[in-house]
C-alpha cells in the first residue's frame, strides 16, 4: 500500500523570549493511502503545528516530509503553492466558502486555480457533491446551506484535484453530535473510496471509532492513543 503521508523526526520551535518553545518534538508518522488517522490532545499541544507542517504551510527547524512519496522538505513557496494545489486537500474548522458563488462554483474554482476549465471540470464537481449527498444543493450559496452541508461542500472541494492527502482541522466543532457524527462517517468513506490519506485533528474522541487508528498529541510529542 502506498503512502500519502510521511513525517520523520520533524521538530518546530518557536521564538518564546531568550528560549524557544518547541511545538514538534521529533515527530514522525506515516499514514497510507485509504487511512485515516485521528490526533487528539489538548490546546496547544502541537495538532495545529503538525497540520500546518504536513499542509506545507509552515517549514519545520529539522525533519523530513514526504508526500505521495516525494520529499517536499523545505520546498520554497511556490514549489509549495503547486503541491498544495495538486497533492493536498485541506478542510478547515469553518468551510470558508465564498458567499457569492453557489456550491458547484466553489468546486468548479479549486480546478480554474489549477488550469482546467470546460465540461469535464463541472462534471467532476457534479459527481463529488452527488458523492457527500449535496447534488440537489449543487445551485445553492452558502446561506442557504445548513453548517453541515457547508462542511460536506469543503469536503468535496478539498477532493476537486484528487489529492493525495487530506488534511482536516477539527470537522465537527461547529456542528451538533448528529450532524459531527455524519461529517466524520463521511470523511471515513471518501477516505476508503478514493483511497486518499486523511489526518483529522479533533477534540471530540467520540468520533474515533470510524478512523483506523487514532494520535495523540501532549507537549508537541506524538503517540499512539491509549485506550
Avoid at 99 to 109: D, G, H, N, V
Avoid at 119 to 139: F, I, K
Amino acid at each position: 500500500m502506498s503512502t500519502a503521508l510521511s513525517l520523520s523526526d520533524v521538530t518546530v520551535t518557536y521564538p518564546d523570549g531568550d528560549r524557544r518553545l518547541t511545538a514538534l518534538d521529533a515527530v514522525s508518522l506515516d499514514v497510507a493511502a485509504g487511512e485515516m488517522v485521528a490526533v487528539v490532545g489538548p490546546s496547544g499541544s502541537g495538532k495545529s503545528t503538525l497540520l500546518a507542517v504536513a499542509g506545507l504551510l509552515l517549514t519545520p527547524d529539522s525533519g523530513r516530509l514526504e508526500i505521495a512519496g516525494q520529499d517536499v522538505t523545505g520546498l520554497g513557496r511556490g514549489r509549495a503553492a503547486d503541491v498544495r494545489r495538486t497533492s493536498l486537500g485541506l478542510v478547515f474548522q469553518q468551510s470558508n466558502l465564498i458567499a457569492s458563488l453557489t456550491a458547484r462554483e466553489q468546486l468548479e474554482m479549486v480546478a480554474r486555480l489549477a488550469g482546467r476549465h470546460g465540461a469535464p471540470v463541472r462534471a467532476r464537481a457534479d459527481e463529488l457533491l452527488d458523492a457527500v449527498g449535496l447534488t440537489e444543493a449543487a445551485d445553492r450559496r452558502p446561506h442557504q446551506l445548513s453548517g453541515g452541508q457547508r462542511q460536506r461542500v469543503g469536503i468535496a472541494r478539498a477532493l476537486m484535484n484528487d489529492p493525495a492527502l487530506l488534511l482536516i482541522d477539527e470537522p465537527t466543532s461547529a456542528l451538533d453530535h448528529e450532524r459531527g457524527a455524519a461529517v466524520v462517517d463521511l470523511l471515513a468513506r471518501v477516505t476508503r473510496e478514493r483511497a486518499v490519506g486523511t489526518v483529522m485533528v479533533t477534540h471530540d474522541r467520540t468520533t474515533l471509532d470510524a478512523t483506523h487508528r487514532a494520535m495523540e498529541m501532549v507537549d508537541g510529542r506524538l503517540a499512539a492513543l491509549v485506550p
